[in-house]
């Protein structure tokens, strides 16, 4: 039926609009359990007595199925396996040279994790800062120390008193007020935290001027607003604020040092690494038993950090997230609470 322009066309009497799938606001299951009706003649049933089946996804089944599968080939190979000789491991796993090479380990990794994360923030404000001397330094150190391999400054650092049999501190080309031998202070120790600081304040200084980088610049620009001293903008206002996207990184890098921790061997230090090595050199059955050890080991070790950066990620976010994600305690108490009610729901129906 055609209307002439401007003809008033009651919606009373207008013809009901042929409803499609695609324009329907209404639930297709609500929709069929309102138009289909029994063929025997007996009344439809109420609504909430209807169940709506879940759609079948046989792919992610047949997924998860290959995947348990595989980690029980992985387990069984692991307990079954008698070259893994697991007796030999619990032997070794407490004996005090792992543990004496442990808290090398721990010493090693503490140390340079502070002094790197300070030097990888004087890095960072050198390659923000105005001077055209501090940038092109800070840039040069932290492309140099992230081109070279950390083994090859673990090395040069452990030769260095052949190169300067004294380090002196005074005037240039002019007297020396201190000096005193290289060789007495360059411990096993010392070259390993030094050369471990140099090479994660590299990095670290990418990650904090991410970070900064990454805080809005109205921040800075209403700091400054307020008459603020640049060193109280940088410590109450915009590093607080970068420390939500400084932590992930950095954590990453903190697992990256105690792996790293590892070469601190090569310098004749015996770190947990070097402790298990030195082991298996005396004890060449014990190989593989060894290693298992020092795998175990930093395995706890990273663990007990990516524990510590999610509290500490969860601390910072305060203020930037409506909600705190659960803690794992939380997330187990909501899952049972779910899986109650889902079963109580199964057993009204």
Known sequence: MSESP??????ASAPPAEETPELSSEPRTARLA???RPGDGTAPRPLAAQRVLPLRRPG??????IVLVLIAQIVHGLVTNPFYQWDRFQY???RPTILDGLLITLEVTASSAVLGLLGGILIALGRLSRSPVLRAVSWTYTWLFR????IVVLLFLYNFSALYKTLSLGVPFGPAFFTFDESRLATDIVVAVVGLSLNEAAYASEVVRSGILAVDQGQHEAASALGLPKSYQFTKIVFPQALRSITPNYVNLLINLIKS??????VSLLDLFGSAQSMGSTYPGDIVPLLLVATVWY?????AVSVVQFYVERYFSRGATRTLPPTPSQKLRTGLRDLRARARKEAAI
């Open 299 to 303: 395995l706890m070790l990273t663990s």
């Open 34 to 36: 309102e138009t289909e």
């Open 60 to 65: 992610r089944w047949i997924a998860t199925a």
């Open 92 to 94: 070794w796993f407490l």
């Open 6 to 11: 401007g003809t008033v066309v009651s919606l």
């Open 261 to 266: 921790t590892s070469l601190v061997f090569y």
């Open 147 to 150: 081109s070279v391999p950390l």
